[in-house]
């Protein structure tokens, strides 16, 4: 009986004394964590002076006005191919021409208009854009680059109440290619003053724009 009284005070001993211990033993409070942040330092702003930019100054191009010269020398004339041994040809107009049109078309070059212009100052005129279909204006071009002009004929007997312009509508498609008719017959015209009559044989190109 001794020995069970020991062991139970013993066990209730342990109980108690566990039991104490477990009322005294207390858990440490968990320090609080404080997170320094860095102190960061605004650098002192430092006023920089900025150089001074002037202006640029603006410049302005003027394009100068197109000059050309009209060759005078043999030198210059080569340069625009026309060599002093230049032969003569006739050039008629054509209704959509103007002269730097044909200088582009016979000499490669529309400058040369105002030479062409200058040949043919006392036919135009003082106004060069102003030049009239059908008319001829005289060209030169060195001589092996000119060949014989041939022109054939037809005969147009003239009929009661036709004129000029009316022949050149029937023959040519074209009243304005009454000036044809004038210059192929200009002698036969003057011996009758000028003067179209019935019967009178009129000569007419079978082409009027001849191959080169």
Request: aromatic fraction near 10%; include cysteine.
């Amino acid at each position: 009986m001794n020995a069970k009284r020991i062991c139970i005070v013993t066990i209730a001993g342990l109980l108690v004394f566990s039991g104490c211990a477990k009322e005294v033993v207390e858990e440490a409070p968990t320090p609080d964590v404080v997170t320094m942040e860095p102190v960061v330092e605004e650098a002192p702003e430092i006023e920089e002076e900025l150089p001074v930019m002037e202006p640029e100054e603006e410049f302005i191009t003027e394009i100068p006005p197109a000059t050309i010269e009209i060759p005078e020398t043999p030198a210059q004339d080569v340069e625009l191919g026309l060599h002093p041994d230049s032969a003569l040809f006739r050039y008629m107009i054509r209704p959509d021409d103007w002269l730097s049109k044909i200088a582009l078309k016979e000499y490669g070059d529309p400058r040369v208009w105002r030479r062409i212009y200058e040949w043919n100052r006392e036919t135009i005129g003082g106004n060069p854009n102003l030049i009239y279909p059908y008319h001829e204006l005289d060209l030169f071009k060195p001589e092996y680059e000119v060949t014989e002009q041939i022109v054939d004929f037809i005969v147009h007997e003239v009929q009661p109440g036709e004129n000029l312009w009316s022949i050149a509508v029937k023959e040519y498609a074209d009243g304005k290619a009454w000036s044809i008719l004038f210059w192929d017959n200009e002698e036969l015209l003057n011996a009758n003053s000028g003067m179209l009559k019935p019967g009178m044989r009129l000569q007419v190109r079978m082409q009027i724009w001849s191959e080169r």
